[in-house]
């Protein structure tokens, strides 16, 4: 193939990567939206209630992310189907992904309602902190079964190729939150001091919930989120070829097999990932206000840029997908190596943004000097690792789309709590009589070695994966 016409192709595809990712990005950061929400406007009721929410969200947030990892192991199994020209195959699937959801979503629920005390009783979370967390886990725990719904049809949506709905219901769902959060956590009162004595009267009287409000709205916008989706995938016309089948199936132990052996593996990838940061965030909690703060600061920052290279990932799972389902397997593996030279490019703007813009990202966060000033150190430390970051969240992605996600599981334990938060640990404590530990940038050196290693063995791993000896063929 000539330079010319693989650059072609390259564009070419890297148009139709584009057009699948933008969507994928704009449904993260709408979900991430709702998070950031939640935690803003219970911040301007008292410092116990963003206690209470924060605390709150740290339990029930990972389980909803292994959750959502399991789930996600549909959009390769559909996309397949939907390359193969077999959309018979479609609901089957789609059905059995729901029975999965339902269960993850209920269990997830208990699990949050029974273990948060415990919990907060060994984190030695205050008393006067503990009960509004634990009203508002309750609350919470209504929506986990809608939210696994939800995202079940997100993942088949994606899978088909239509990534639109994700960005539709997603903002849908950050707009029913952030009404729901004004109304019931500052209820009648808070309402009345921002829009004046004008409101009608029902909602002039409704009492200020605070930490139990923002739980039920939380819950609503699942609820509304799920429901919302469920109702458009039954109407929408981009659905109907994959309408063919029983309009409801009970379960099937092989199909529910197939996308736990796919799923299970990314929730377990996603979790130990999320786990990572949760237990650094412990480490340094001795390290003072300062240090926890741009910490928290720095990776919130670089963790909203990540979800370029993320949604790039998870466009590739479709592509490629869709690719061998059609038996088009050499192209399967341009699009795969394509999406990684994709995602070294975002990880050029993504460094770009850091080191130019991360003074003024960090000013929005917070007015201290002494925070501000370690906060944008850290970012231009994010800076060193984004390329890697990017390289492994697209490789990933890559094979996701190959089902082949039990590597992805193997690599990500190693490389995350072995490597990053062993290295990280080494270096941020140092060594008595040796070396002085290098305290935060220690860690962050950790998570530079960690997501290097990752991308290295990923790369590895999709350079075998990917290898076919089919004649070329270039597909749509």
């Not at 500052?186 to 004046?196: D, E, R």
């Not at 975002?346 to 991360?358: E, H, P, Q, R, T």
Request: overall charge positive; hydrophobic content about 55%.
């Amino acid at each position: 193939m000539s330079m010319s016409r693989r650059a072609r192709l390259s564009r070419i595809e890297a148009g139709r990567l584009a057009r699948l990712a933008l969507p994928i990005l704009g449904a993260q950061l709408a979900q991430i939206g709702m998070g950031t929400v939640d935690v803003a406007m219970a911040g301007h009721v008292d410092a116990t209630t963003l206690a209470a929410v924060s605390v709150g969200s740290s339990v029930w947030i990972p389980l909803v992310v292994f959750m959502v990892g399991t789930l996600m192991g549909l959009t390769p199994i559909v996309a397949q189907h939907a390359g193969a020209r077999r959309p018979e195959l479609i609901r089957p699937a789609v059905h059995q992904a729901l029975w999965v959801a339902l269960v993850l979503g209920m269990a997830s629920a208990l699990a949050i309602v029974y273990a948060g005390p415990p919990i907060f009783a060994l984190m030695d979370v205050p008393a006067a902190v503990a009960a509004p967390a634990t009203i508002y886990l309750d609350a919470v725990a209504f929506g986990l079964p809608a939210i696994a719904i939800y995202e079940t049809l997100r993942f088949f949506s994606d899978g088909i190729g239509h990534t639109r709905a994700s960005l539709i219901f997603a903002v849908f769902g950050l707009a029913v939150n952030i009404v729901a959060d004004g109304v019931l956590i500052f209820g009648g009162p808070g309402l009345t001091s921002l829009f004046g004595p004008g409101l009608p009267t029902w909602l002039a009287n409704l009492p200020a919930l605070g930490a139990l409000g923002c739980g039920i709205a939380t819950a609503i916008s699942m609820a509304l989120m799920a429901l919302a989706l469920f109702v458009y995938t039954r109407r929408a016309a981009v659905y109907a070829p994959s309408r063919t089948g029983p309009a409801w199936s009970a379960p099937a132990p092989a199909l529910i097999a197939e996308q736990l052996r796919i799923g299970f593996p990314v929730g377990v990838s996603i979790f130990a990932e999320v786990s990572l940061f949760t237990a650094i965030a412990l480490f340094l909690a001795g390290y003072g206000e300062v240090v926890i703060s741009a910490h928290t600061v720095a990776l919130n920052f670089s963790s909203v840029l990540f979800m370029l290279p993320l949604s790039l990932g998870m466009a590739l799972t479709v592509r490629i997908g869709q690719a061998r389902g059609r038996g088009k397997y050499r192209h399967a593996r341009f699009v795969a190596w394509n999406g990684v030279a994709c995602a070294l490019g975002v990880a050029v703007l993504i460094d770009a943004i850091l080191i130019f813009g991360g003074p003024y990202a960090v000013a929005l966060y917070t007015d201290e000097p002494a925070v501000q000033a370690l906060a944008i150190n850290l970012l231009l430390v994010a800076a060193l690792y984004q390329f890697s970051d990017a390289a492994q969240a697209a490789i990933a992605g890559a094979l996701r789309g190959y089902k082949d996600t039990r590597i992805i599981m193997a690599v990500t334990l190693f490389a995350y709590w072995v490597v990053g938060l062993g290295t990280g640990y080494g270096l941020g404590e140092g060594w008595p009589g040796v070396f002085p530990g290098l305290g935060v940038y220690g860690y962050w050196i950790g998570l530079i070695a960690g997501l290097s290693v990752a991308a290295i063995l990923l790369g590895w791993r999709l350079r075998h994966t990917a290898d076919v000896t089919r004649p070329p063929e270039i597909g749509r």
